[in-house]
């Protein structure tokens, strides 16, 4: 079974965000995401962002996270970000726009 994945608008800037290299690796990871959306680690509840429900996956080692929603109904893995994991940067941005959805 083969999974749809898409990029919200915020997640495709912060694609097009990131150098040549970075997109390289990054477009690796979104690719294996479409064989198996299970792949990253499952989020939790952390102080400042209830990410409950979507997952984690690193690329370029562990300095990245590409952050996702996995809908099952049609589907389709939904990017929601994608940036530095340092000092939880990442994880801020994303809980900031799955407030907004």
């Given at each position: 079974m083969t999974w749809r994945v898409e990029l919200t608008e915020d997640a495709e800037r912060d694609f097009v965000a990131l150098d040549g290299s970075l997109r390289k690796l990054a477009r690796k990871k979104l690719a294996k995401l479409e064989e198996n959306p299970y792949l990253g680690e499952e989020l939790h509840n952390r102080p400042g962002s209830d990410l409950r429900g979507y997952y984690k996956l690193y690329f370029n080692g562990t300095r990245y996270r590409?952050?996702?929603?996995?809908?099952?109904?049609?589907?389709?893995?939904?990017?929601?970000?994608?940036?530095?994991?340092?000092?939880?940067?990442?994880?801020?941005?994303?809980?900031?726009?799955?407030?907004?959805e």
């Open positions: 590409i952050v996702y929603r996995i809908e099952n109904d049609i589907l389709v893995v939904l990017i929601i970000g994608i940036g530095q994991r340092a000092h939880g940067a990442v994880y801020r941005m994303v809980a900031g726009r799955a407030t907004e």
